[in-house]
């Protein structure tokens, strides 16, 4: 009996014949359960790659009338951003609904993007969660299947401390390039700087997508940390008046050239001024709605929700052609007129 517990690797010390069990030494390894790691270097991305990158688009997911992903219209999408000089996409964000994706449609999604598309523009592959174990076995598929970077937001609902959150960017920062998101009025909490200047100590951090304000936005950079104007409405300033590195936009997804003006051509408030009423409209309910609407609208998407979310009132709907006719059809996506959708028009799914 004794040689039997010996070859499970157990310790017994006899007392008076009794043996005295000891746990297996495998349970106390420091670090046993360490994150998948490759050393394989094809697609790995440099983390200055991601920090140079002036306009990425949070890339909507279309559907099919049966809640699928519409593969096709999405394709269509990434390539007209493409074509407009977008570079990168935020796959399954807020905006692309990652929120109402299992995690094997995410991946697939991230997987899908790289694989048509990781040649001709980055993709940053939205892995976040408010549980650091998903979090940590998304961003290994995620880098998995290939995509240049991570956009990483911090645990919500829940929240946790300050040091709860430097603990949970620690465990991701690890894998790849990483883009911290900060977006109080969405998770409740706001990512304070003292813990941003923490865990910028990591090399992976290519920066803070911000949606503070600009104030925010320049004590970042004064502090030599790449940001992203998350707030379209405020990312034309934000570039050229408190040196942001760009936008992770929304309003591109609908006019990626003139946002990729506001970006690249230097200070220009009368463009600014002009795209200014697209992105109030965008943002009066919550987003994706407007976004989802307006894809429909201009013929590009179908016209299917995924519910919670539903379409924007009529009024809202002409408002939007009235919108495009300001700005011109030709500046937003897309080759077929613009018109006002009727509410039975509209395909919403509650189940998929």
């Given at each position: 009996m004794a040689s039997a517990i010996g070859s499970c690797s157990l310790k017994a010390n006899y007392q008076g014949g009794i043996p005295k069990w000891r746990s297996p030494r495998a349970a106390v390894i420091p670090?046993?359960?360490?994150?998948?790691?490759?050393?394989?270097?094809?697609n790995r991305t440099n983390v200055d790659d991601i920090k140079s990158l002036r306009l990425i688009t949070a890339i909507k997911t279309p559907y099919l009338p049966d809640g699928r992903f519409d593969l096709e219209a999405y394709d269509a999408l990434v390539n007209m951003q493409i074509e407009d000089g977008v570079e990168g996409?935020?796959?399954?964000?807020?905006?692309?609904?990652g929120q109402l994706m299992s995690w094997d449609?995410?991946?697939?999604l991230i997987g899908h993007t790289v694989n048509c598309f990781g040649g001709s523009i980055k993709v940053i592959g939205?892995?976040?969660?408010?549980?650091?174990?998903?979090?940590?076995?998304a961003t290994e598929q995620g880098f998995a299947v290939g995509m240049h970077a991570a956009l990483h937001i911090n645990p919500y609902y829940g929240k946790t401390s300050?040091?709860?959150?430097?603990?949970?960017?620690?465990?991701?920062?690890?894998?790849?390039?990483?883009?911290?998101?900060?977006?109080p009025s969405r998770t409740g909490q706001d990512i304070p700087p003292q813990a941003i200047y923490r865990v910028a100590q990591s090399t992976n951090l290519a920066g803070i997508k911000e949606c503070v304000g600009n104030e925010r936005?320049?004590?970042?950079?004064?502090?030599?940390?790449?940001?992203?104007?998350?707030?379209?409405?405020?990312?034309?300033d934000s570039r050229w008046d408190y040196r942001a590195t760009g936008v992770i936009s929304v309003t591109s997804n609908l006019v990626p050239g003139l946002m990729r003006k506001l970006m690249f051509g230097g200070k220009n408030e009368s463009l600014n001024s002009k795209v200014l009423p697209l992105?109030?409209?965008?943002?009066?309910?919550?987003?994706?709605?407007?976004?989802?609407?307006?894809?429909?609208?201009?013929?590009?998407?179908?016209?299917?929700?995924?519910?919670?979310?539903?379409?924007?009132?009529?009024?809202?709907?002409?408002?939007?052609?009235?919108?495009?006719?300001?700005?011109?059809?030709?500046?937003f996506?897309?080759?077929?007129?613009?018109?006002?959708?009727?509410?039975?028009?509209?395909?919403?799914?509650?189940?998929?």
């Open positions: 670090n046993f359960h360490l994150p998948m790691r490759s050393y394989e270097v094809k996409v935020i796959v399954g964000g807020t905006t692309g609904e449609e995410h991946i697939m939205n892995t976040g969660s408010n549980s650091t174990r998903e979090a940590i076995h300050i040091e709860g959150l430097i603990s949970h960017f620690n465990n991701v920062l690890p894998m790849g390039p990483t883009i911290i998101y900060n977006v936005v320049e004590e970042y950079t004064n502090n030599g940390i790449v940001v992203w104007s998350g707030n379209d409405d405020q990312a034309h992105i109030e409209w965008l943002f009066e309910e919550p987003n994706p709605i407007g976004l989802n609407t307006a894809l429909a609208q201009l013929g590009v998407v179908r016209p299917v929700f995924r519910l919670p979310y539903v379409p924007l009132p009529l009024a809202k709907r002409v408002e939007f052609v009235n919108i495009v006719k300001a700005l011109g059809r030709e500046n996506i897309g080759d077929k007129d613009v018109r006002v959708l009727d509410d039975d028009e509209f395909v919403l799914i509650d189940r998929y």
